[in-house]
C-alpha cells in the first residue's frame, strides 16, 4: 500500500497560512511610512516654525534679496511662485508666497536654501551643473514610464506574452527608479546649501536668534530632503507594476 501525499502536496498554491494576513499588513504598514513618512515629516518641520513672527527683522523675500546683494548677485531675480525652489537655467530664486512674504523662520530658513543654489550656481558648483544637465533627462525617463504603464496591459492582451510583459515592467519599474536615484545621487547638493551655506550664513549673519537656530536647523534638513520625499512616491508605482506580473 502506497504512501499518501504528504502535508508539503497537500498545501496548495491557495492554502491559507496562519499570520499570512498581519504579515502582509505590516508589510503594507511599512511600505506606507517608507513612501509618505518623508513627506509627512517635511510638511510638518515647515508648518512646525512657520508662525508669523513679527519681531524678525524681514520677510523671507526680504532676505533673500539681500543676500543676494551682499553676494553680488543683483542681477539674480526673486519671483513668487507656486513653490520654492532656484531655477538655474533662468537664474531666479523663487519663493512660495507665504515664504516670500512671510516673517518665520521657516520663511528665513528656505529664502536662505533657495538663496544657497544661488551661490552654488554662481561658484559653477559642478554637482549642481550636472543635476542640471540630467535633470530633462530623467523627466524624460518618468514620461516613457507613464508610457509603458499605460501601454503594458494593451500590449498583453495583443501579444499575449507573459515574457514580453515581464519585461516590460521590468523597464518601467528602472524608469520609475531613476527618479529616485537622480535625486539621492544629487542630495549632497543640497546638503551643502542647506549645512554648508545657509546655516553659516544665518549664524554669523545674526538673522535668527540663538533659540531659533534649532529650528531653522530642522527646516533646513527638510529643505534638503525635500526632493528624495516627494520621489519616494514612485515606490508606490513600482508596486503598481510588480502587480501586473502574473508571477
Not at 528665513?108 to 543654489?117: D, G, K, M, R, T
Request: charged share 15%; aromatic share 6%.
Amino acid at each position: 500500500m502506497g504512501a499518501g501525499p504528504g502535508p508539503l502536496h497537500r498545501l496548495g498554491p491557495r492554502a491559507y497560512i496562519p499570520g499570512m494576513p498581519v504579515l502582509v499588513a505590516l508589510g503594507a504598514a511599512l511600505l506606507f511610512c517608507l513612501v509618505f513618512g518623508p513627506q509627512w515629516w517635511v510638511r510638518r518641520a515647515m508648518q512646525q516654525h512657520a508662525t508669523e513672527r513679527p519681531d524678525l527683522p524681514g520677510t523671507g523675500g526680504e532676505l533673500a534679496r539681500h543676500l543676494l546683494d551682499r553676494a553680488r548677485l543683483e542681477h539674480v531675480p526673486v519671483e513668487i511662485a507656486p513653490a520654492d525652489h532656484f531655477d538655474p537655467v533662468a537664474n531666479v530664486v523663487r519663493l512660495s508666497p507665504q515664504n516670500h512674504d512671510g516673517r518665520s523662520i521657516t520663511a528665513v530658513a528656505v529664502a536662505a536654501h533657495e538663496v544657497s543654489h544661488a551661490l552654488q550656481h554662481a561658484a559653477g558648483d559642478r554637482l549642481l551643473a550636472a543635476r542640471v544637465r540630467f535633470a530633462p533627462v530623467v523627466q524624460g525617463f518618468e514620461f516613457a514610464a507613464a508610457v509603458v504603464t499605460m501601454t503594458a496591459p494593451l500590449m498583453l492582451a495583443i501579444l499575449k506574452s507573459p515574457v514580453l510583459l515581464a519585461l516590460q515592467v521590468g523597464v518601467g519599474i528602472a524608469l520609475l527608479g531613476a527618479r529616485l536615484v537622480f535625486h539621492l545621487l544629487t542630495l549632497p547638493v543640497e546638503l551643502d546649501a542647506s549645512f554648508r551655506r545657509a546655516l553659516p550664513i544665518l549664524e554669523t549673519g545674526r538673522f535668527l536668534e540663538a533659540d531659533d537656530m534649532l529650528g531653522a536647523r530642522t527646516v533646513l534638513r527638510a529643505a534638503a530632503l525635500t526632493y528624495v520625499a516627494s520621489s519616494l512616491v514612485s515606490l508606490v508605482n513600482i508596486a503598481r507594476f510588480r502587480r501586473l506580473l502574473p508571477f
